[in-house]
């Protein structure tokens, strides 16, 4: 099998799809990051086009994923920040034209298309891998730091959920996209609830479901409920729904000798829509009256929420990229969560 191709600073990106993913989630951390370009933005929206244009002028922008594929002599690496059911198109083509490949979450729509973009990069020896950038969300940083430490002793129920209320779709491709094309709920912020629950606690070897669309003439679901069993003997209940008039808390874990709950989600998505940089003071840090809380009933202490950082990924890639380090999420265990995500739709079915 080739080595990875190892290429020199600055790293050179390009980033199809400037939504919500490209706009939010990528094109601030790549250019916040001095060892990386970003070179090409491509969206063929001309209201994000002209923001592309104002935050990042340096940058070239594009109509479509051809125009920067044909381009792709000056890249070194492409991410892919389009619409799920594209991912794995998206992915073949910049493994075939020869540059490392970021794919953002879901990875594919079904285990076998995960297989096949990784088998690609594994023939061609290119870089690849998967943006689950909730591993580096402040609380989950934070629960992971007290596992590794023993603090709530053996776990044996983790809840976990992404829930607020928003009863109407936003005009997006997520309003019509269909369980087929990698739309739903599931698909979305259930890739990173399962994701975190098997890094947290390993292998599932069971599932249950509850699959359910509530907004009239949704177009999947919008409401689930996903339990695992895992080899390790933890049980993980997984909610996540745009409709819960109230909602829970994000974690709440429980342990042979403690437990842990903590409220709210990580706030580094909604300072970066608000206009925040990832270099600004005070990024991804957690006021104290949001910290978890640590104990028994009678005997609870709060837990300061570790700093956020999705910059961390990007950070991990140049690793990756310019010093052969191992990528920041390897792209079978993406497809792990592919794996479990298509069990519970065939269940559910």
Same mark, same amino acid.
């Not at 933005?41 to 001309?46: F, K, L, Q, R």
């Not at 070194?76 to 953002?104: E, K, M, N, R, Y």
């Not at 739903?184 to 259930?190: E, F, M, N, Q, R």
């Given at each position: =099998?080739?080595?990875?191709?190892?290429?020199?600073?600055?790293? /050179?990106?390009?980033?199809?799809?400037?939504?919500?993913?490209?706009?939010?989630?990528?094109?601030?951390?790549?250019?916040?990051?001095?060892?990386?370009?970003?070179?090409?933005?491509?969206?063929?929206?001309?209201? #994000?086009?002209?923001?592309?244009?104002?935050?990042?002028? @340096?940058?070239?922008?594009?109509?479509?994923?051809?125009?920067?594929?044909?381009?792709?002599? @000056?890249?070194?690496?492409?991410?892919?920040?389009?619409?799920?059911?594209?991912?794995?198109?998206?992915?073949?083509? %910049?493994?075939?034209?020869?540059?490392?490949?970021?794919?953002? *979450?879901?990875?594919?729509?079904?285990?076998?298309?995960?297989?096949?973009?990784?088998?690609?990069?594994?023939?061609?020896?290119?870089?690849?891998?998967?943006?689950?950038?909730? /591993?580096?969300?402040?609380?989950?940083?934070?629960?992971?730091?007290?596992?590794?430490?023993?603090?709530?002793?053996?776990? #044996? /129920?983790?809840?976990?959920?992404?829930?607020?209320?928003?009863?109407?779709?936003? *005009?997006?491709?997520?309003?019509?996209?269909?369980?087929?094309?990698?739309?739903?709920?599931?698909?979305?912020?259930?890739?990173?609830?399962?994701?975190? %629950? =098997?890094?947290?606690?390993?292998?599932?070897?069971?599932?249950?479901?509850?699959?359910?669309? /509530?907004?009239?003439?949704?177009?999947?679901? @919008?409401?689930?409920?996903?339990?695992?069993?895992?080899?390790?003997?933890?049980?993980?209940?997984?909610?996540?729904?745009?409709?819960?008039?109230?909602?829970?808390?994000?974690?709440?874990?429980?342990?042979?000798?403690?437990?842990?709950? *903590?409220?709210?989600?990580?706030?580094?998505?909604?300072?970066?829509?608000?206009?925040?940089?990832?270099?600004?003071?005070?990024?991804?840090?957690?006021?104290?009256?949001?910290?978890?809380?640590?104990?028994?009933?009678? @005997?609870?202490?709060?837990?300061?929420?570790?700093?956020?950082?999705?910059?961390?990924?990007?950070?991990?890639?140049?690793?990756?990229?310019?010093?052969?380090?191992?990528?920041?999420?390897?792209?079978?265990?993406?497809?792990?969560?592919?794996?479990?995500?298509?069990?519970?739709? #065939?269940?559910?079915?």
């Amino acid at each position: =099998m080739p080595e990875p191709t190892v290429v020199t600073a600055p790293i /050179r990106t390009g980033i199809i799809g400037f939504g919500t993913s490209g706009r939010i989630f990528h094109a601030p951390f790549v250019s916040a990051n001095p060892e990386y370009s970003l070179d090409l933005i491509v969206t063929a929206n001309p209201e #994000r086009r002209m923001q592309a244009i104002h935050l990042y002028p @340096d940058a070239e922008v594009l109509a479509t994923a051809d125009d920067l594929l044909n381009r792709v002599d @000056d890249l070194d690496l492409v991410v892919i920040g389009s619409p799920s059911g594209t991912h794995v198109d998206l992915a073949h083509a %910049a493994l075939d034209a020869g540059v490392a490949v970021v794919v953002d *979450k879901p990875f594919s729509v079904t285990p076998e298309q995960g297989r096949g973009v990784i088998e690609k990069a594994e023939r061609l020896g290119l870089l690849l891998t998967v943006f689950q950038n909730r /591993r580096w969300d402040g609380d989950f940083l934070t629960l992971r730091s007290l596992l590794a430490d023993g603090a709530l002793g053996t776990v #044996r /129920r983790f809840e976990s959920r992404f829930e607020w209320w928003k009863p109407e779709q936003a *005009k997006s491709w997520k309003a019509t996209a269909t369980a087929a094309e990698g739309g739903g709920v599931l698909y979305d912020l259930g890739a990173h609830l399962i994701d975190q %629950a =098997m890094l947290l606690f390993g292998p599932v070897d069971d599932v249950y479901a509850e699959v359910l669309t /509530r907004r009239t003439g949704g177009a999947a679901d @919008d409401d689930t409920f996903v339990a695992l069993h895992h080899g390790s003997g933890v049980h993980s209940h997984l909610w996540m729904n745009g409709m819960a008039a109230q909602v829970g808390p994000r974690f709440h874990v429980l342990g042979s000798t403690a437990g842990y709950t *903590k409220w709210g989600l990580d706030g580094q998505e909604v300072a970066l829509k608000a206009g925040a940089l990832p270099t600004d003071d005070g990024f991804g840090l957690d006021a104290e009256a949001t910290w978890g809380v640590l104990g028994r009933d009678g @005997d609870l202490a709060r837990v300061p929420t570790e700093r956020g950082s999705y910059a961390s990924f990007y950070a991990g890639l140049a690793d990756a990229m310019l010093r052969g380090a191992p990528v920041p999420v390897k792209p079978r265990d993406a497809l792990h969560v592919i794996d479990v995500i298509e069990r519970v739709h #065939r269940l559910a079915g």
